[in-house]
């Protein structure tokens, strides 16, 4: 299941406007450029996607036992989604968008609403 998450994570990631894909504390992120906007990574033994949202949604989101304050950078509006178990494509998708937002320059942002990533 979870590769099967990270597999779909990476295609997605990486159809986003500069998106790339950097191995950085031995596990892939992913930038919009030089930003990083999502991390897949393994804490406590178990898998989780990390993200950076806007406070009062990150802020929410961690009434939700599925979400936790990322480690060391959650201070920054890091927001970090258990994927151990099964977990709606859609919730993920959404939380990466508005993070690849956070961080994307005007002309990223502008391409992504004008739709010009690379595959969708």
Same mark, same amino acid.
């Given at each position: ?18 998106? %790339?894909? #950097? ?14 906007? #999502? ?10 996607? #990390? %993200? ?50 956070? %961080? ?17």
């Amino acid at each position: 299941m979870t590769q099967r998450l990270l597999t779909q994570l990476r295609r997605f990631c990486l159809s986003l406007p500069d998106g %790339v894909e #950097a191995d950085s504390w031995g596990h892939p992120n992913f930038r919009a450029g030089k930003r990083t906007f #999502a991390v897949y990574e393994l804490y406590q033994g178990k898998p989780c996607v #990390a %993200v950076k949202l806007p406070r009062p949604e990150g802020e929410r989101l961690l009434a939700d036992a599925r979400f936790f304050r990322t480690p060391y950078i959650g201070k920054h509006g890091w927001i970090s989604l258990w994927v151990d178990r099964p977990v709606r494509w859609p919730l993920v998708k959404e939380l990466v968008l508005t993070s690849y937002r956070e %961080v994307a320059t005007k002309q990223q942002a502008a391409r992504l609403e004008a739709g010009r990533g690379r595959a969708r």
